[in-house]
């Protein structure tokens, strides 16, 4: 049965990290490109970054761009989000999501095929 599943959300003091986990089962997940999403409170879903299935390319949301960074490990089904300078309004819902994507990186706004249930994180102080 095919599963997406997040983990490491939590509340974290601006300026702080954290490291989300994206675990995949029950289908072929190093053919697929992997991209985090966020939906803030009261807010439109958007993209935050993606990586391609070959971990060569990624791209970020220019809100993002040199405080987090995507990772994957194919051979443990795994992707990951490295948040660092967390800012308040990086709080949000955190979805991980998969789709199968041939040409270097689907872009941000690309149509996923399987999502996961997300993890909330929360940037307070």
């Known amino acids: 049965q095919l599963s997406l599943v997040e983990s490491g959300g939590g509340l974290v003091q601006p300026g702080g990290s954290l490291r989300l986990s994206c675990a995949a089962s029950g289908f072929g997940f190093d053919t697929y490109a992997v991209c985090w999403f966020r939906q803030a409170p009261g807010k439109e879903r958007e993209g935050v970054s993606c990586?391609?299935?070959?971990?060569?390319?990624?791209n970020y949301a220019e809100s993002v761009k040199g405080r987090f960074t995507i990772s994957r490990d194919n051979a443990k089904d795994m992707a990951y989000l490295q948040m660092n300078s967390l800012k308040p309004e990086d709080t949000a819902v955190y979805y991980c999501?998969?789709?199968?994507?041939?040409?270097?990186?689907?872009?941000?706004?690309?149509?996923?095929?399987?999502w996961g249930k997300g993890t909330l994180v929360t940037v307070s102080s």
């Open positions: 990586i391609s299935r070959s971990r060569v390319y990624t």
């Open positions: 999501a998969v789709v199968y994507y041939n040409v270097r990186v689907p872009p941000l706004n690309y149509d996923m095929r399987y």
